[in-house]
């Protein structure tokens, strides 16, 4: 793996740690690591794939992920601080959203982030960390994959590209 030093505007070393495109992270106080995540630098808040969420009396419960998922367990999760947000999507589709504070590991750093409740079941990655933990803290390079999903993504669709050009 190569090493790429990077310099502020103002030609001082950056104390920022550098992200690839996916990572992995994980949500220590729940028992859940090692979850492929993708970087976004257009996307304002961090989203991670929730399911069967309720609200009631005692505040909002959610599972992470799905049975589906090799990455779900039946675990039901509770907070009692949230809040409810419209996210826009980059296609212009405005939907309400619960919004949750949960811990982040990510890169060796440990952050208390803001995530919002999605479904993310036809996503690749079940996690898209946005620009509320990036700004400040990290670099991306888009160079950089340290999943081995978009890997697999990248070959998938230079296959794909391939058989269209053959039948063209």
């Known amino acids: 793996m190569s090493i790429k030093t990077y310099k502020s505007t103002m030609n001082q070393p950056l104390s920022k740690h550098i992200l690839g495109r996916a990572e992995l992270i994980s949500l220590p106080d729940i028992d859940v690591i090692n979850i492929p995540a993708r970087i976004d630098t257009g996307a304002k808040t961090s989203a991670i794939w929730a399911t069967d969420i309720k609200e009631d009396e005692n505040g909002l419960s959610f599972f992470l992920f799905d049975e589906t998922s090799e990455h779900h ?90 058989k269209i050009e053959r039948k063209r």
């Not at 811990?103 to 960390?129: E, H, M």
């Not at 620009?131 to 998938?156: H, S, Y």
């Open 73 to 162: 367990r039946p675990i039901r999760h509770t907070v009692t601080e949230y809040h409810r947000i419209i996210v826009r999507s980059t296609n212009g589709v405005s939907e309400p959203r619960f919004k949750v504070k949960l811990t982040l590991k990510i890169s060796g750093r440990t952050i208390i982030s803001s995530f919002t409740l999605a479904n993310r079941s036809r996503q690749v990655y079940p996690v898209l960390i946005g620009r509320n933990v990036l700004l400040g803290k990290f670099i991306v390079d888009v160079d950089l994959d340290r999943t081995g999903i978009a890997k697999d993504t990248q070959e998938n669709d230079k296959k794909l590209t391939a």
